[in-house]
């Protein structure tokens, strides 16, 4: 099985290229330019987008974006998400979920056939996939509905609905924009790439000392720390934003207070490798 289908763009128009060069290609996006891959507990559309910039200006490669919706992103009242497994174990039950997910599409001749392979080594480290084994290594993908999408789309509109708990929630409006003003110059995606480059080094200094000496005493820091450093909305309105986030132990006033330190560190990482990225983007526009 697999999701249900809503019609974009069409993928078929793309051209074939052969799977080695495909392949060589996969290779460097994940390993030649710093991308982090290994906390996709958010910003899957920041690294599309950087991949997709990198398909089109360095390695001239026709391609398009995958879009998949968990029924919560497409229906009122219903909370059914798409998750994966959590190999940090910073997410509760070690399973993260997602929304949305996204990711570069490309058209690959093998033999004499034509595939669609997805380019996702937040998914897979090793190969680039064939879009049903995209769809099998993400959980209730078959509940959800996907789209292709030309790379100039970066990210989704939103309806702000209430639902029957009188919450307000985000449902795809079915309407896509462009990588363009104010969130270019915003630099929304050199912040969540820096994000996820900063949650990298706290995880390794931090968090997995804390996990690995499974000391009782540690049990409320290392909770703290991972709803401070496993959730990607809080991670947004920490450090991107410089807000709160939803939980009383990732308010400003707690982080700052309780961890102080750690917090002063990581906004140091952060904006460090949000120079990086700013710099490194700045050649691809």
């Not at 019609?7 to 495909?22: F, G, M, N």
């Not at 915003?186 to 994000?195: P, Q, T």
């Not at 409320?220 to 991107?240: Q, V, Y």
Request: charged share 20%; aromatic share 14%; net charge negative.
């Amino acid at each position: 099985m697999q999701p249900n289908y809503l019609p974009y763009a069409d993928i078929s128009l793309l051209p074939r290229y052969e799977w080695q060069q495909i392949n060589d290609v996969f290779h460097e996006l994940q390993s030649a330019y710093e991308i982090e891959f290994d906390f996709p507990q958010g910003g899957c559309q920041q690294r599309a987008q950087i991949m997709s910039m990198l398909l089109q200006k360095k390695f001239t490669i026709a391609h398009a974006k995958i879009w998949l919706f968990a029924p919560a992103a497409l229906y009122l009242n219903d909370d059914r998400m798409l998750f994966a497994s959590d190999k940090k174990c910073l997410s509760e039950g070690n399973m993260f979920e997602w929304s949305y997910h996204v990711a570069p599409i490309v058209r690959v001749q093998l033999n004499d056939d034509i595939h669609s392979m997805v380019i996702d080594p937040s998914i897979n480290k090793d190969a680039p996939m064939y879009l049903l084994d995209w769809f099998a290594a993400i959980g209730n993908s078959t509940t959800g509905q996907y789209s292709f999408l030309w790379p100039d789309k970066y990210f989704f509109n939103s309806s702000y609905l209430t639902n029957n708990r009188n919450e307000v929630t985000m449902i795809f409006d079915g309407t896509f924009f462009d990588f363009e003003n104010p969130a270019k110059d915003n630099l929304i995606v050199e912040k969540g790439l820096a994000i996820h480059d900063m949650v990298k080094e706290i995880y390794q200094s931090y968090i997995l000392p804390l996990i690995h000496n499974n000391n009782p005493e540690d049990a409320a820091m290392l909770s703290d720390m991972k709803a401070i450093f496993g959730n990607a909305t809080a991670l947004d309105m920490l450090f991107s934003q410089n807000i709160s986030a939803y939980t009383n132990n990732t308010s400003q006033r707690y982080v700052q207070t309780q961890y102080n330190q750690i917090f002063m560190e990581a906004k140091n990482i952060f904006n460090t490798r949000l120079a990086h990225w700013t710099h490194f983007i700045n050649t691809l526009l």
